[in-house]
């Protein structure tokens, strides 16, 4: 115990020093004497009590250990990893080919293990990380996409396409604000690309707004929408619910309803009626071998698409 009153009575000292510093608003100099309080009752110490005094302060304390891990990551970065012999150069450039096709035939899953099978041959290629972005992106992991992204650009700060898909990818995740920032660094880069030229554009369009469908529950729904991935589920899901049979019996249109709208109604029509069910809804489709949505549909009455589709029906008519 005695260290720990060592340490509160180091942190009180510095918190002390501040205080007398004169550089604090009269709200910050407030909170810190409160906090002094707290800790001075939390911890029975008081600066009076010198034989809690250490050598060194905390500020100089942090700044000797500061220093020793600057120097040690200097070390570190110093040391290079060990190359990949030309046979596992080839062997990598082997597996991106073969992740590229998969990404032709739309087999984005199939990309993603070849990709990271490249990678753990050579991680140093940025190439590789980037395509694996591709593929992420492509199965909805926009979280993913960022991380080999940063990877990339940290590998080849020069990496336009890097940058470019770092741009896709925070814009999927609406954060339109840093996508921007990203795509003009990539045209800084490759500045006659057109395709960063426009992505740029609809970026800054969006920075201001939000798409209607956005926001419903804390959840976007566009994005949701637009994701392969998820409605690929969905229309799974709509399939184990029967939804689009009951589509069918609207006076034989068969295909004005189709799978994403349908989807997009029932999330549309359960949001205005309960955010919590729509958040909960959209978490359950998400898990893997879900069976919730005809657990919800069958269930929820609040929100119940039948009653949805049967005042539509009524409309209509």
């Given at each position: 115990m005695t260290d720990n009153k060592r340490l509160a009575f180091s942190i009180i000292q510095f918190l002390h020093d501040q205080l007398q510093s004169g550089t604090l608003s009269s709200d910050a100099q407030e909170s810190l004497e409160v906090a002094v309080q707290c800790l001075e009752t939390a911890f029975e110490v008081s600066t009076d009590d010198q034989s809690l005094a250490v050598p060194m302060t905390l500020p100089e304390i942090f700044t000797s250990a500061t220093a020793k891990y600057s120097a040690q990551s200097q070390v570190n970065n110093n040391s290079t990893p060990n190359s990949p012999t030309e046979e596992q150069k080839a062997e990598a450039e082997r597996l991106k080919s073969d992740g590229n096709d998969q990404m032709k035939v739309d087999n984005f899953a199939a990309a993603v293990e070849f990709y990271s099978k490249a990678i753990a041959i050579n991680p140093q290629n940025a190439v590789?990380?980037?395509?694996?972005?591709?593929?992420?992106s492509k199965l909805g992991n926009y979280a993913g996409a960022v991380q080999d992204c940063e990877r990339a650009i940290s590998i080849d700060p020069n990496y336009s396409k890097a940058y470019g898909r770092m741009g896709l990818a925070l814009a999927s995740l609406n954060k339109h604000t840093e996508a921007v920032s990203y795509y003009k660094k990539a045209l800084e880069l490759d500045p006659d690309n057109d395709t960063y030229k426009t992505n740029l554009k609809i970026a800054e369009e969006k920075m201001d707004t939000s798409s209607p469908t956005a926001g419903l529950g804390g959840v976007d729904l566009a994005g949701l929408l637009s994701?392969?991935?998820?409605?690929?589920?969905?229309?799974?899901?709509c399939l184990a619910c029967n939804i689009s049979k009951?589509?069918?019996?609207?006076?034989?249109?068969?295909n004005q309803l189709h799978s994403s709208e349908l989807t997009a109604n029932f999330l549309v029509s359960v949001s205005f009626k309960s955010p919590f069910l729509l958040h909960r809804t959209i978490v359950q489709m998400m898990r893997p071998h879900s069976k919730s949505l005809p657990l919800i549909y069958k269930s929820t009455k609040s929100c119940d698409f039948r009653n949805y589709f049967d005042n539509k029906q009524a409309s209509e008519g």
């Open positions: 590789y990380y980037c395509n694996r972005a591709a593929a992420y994701n392969p991935g998820f409605m690929n589920m969905v229309r799974s899901e009951r589509s069918r019996s609207f006076g034989g249109h068969q």
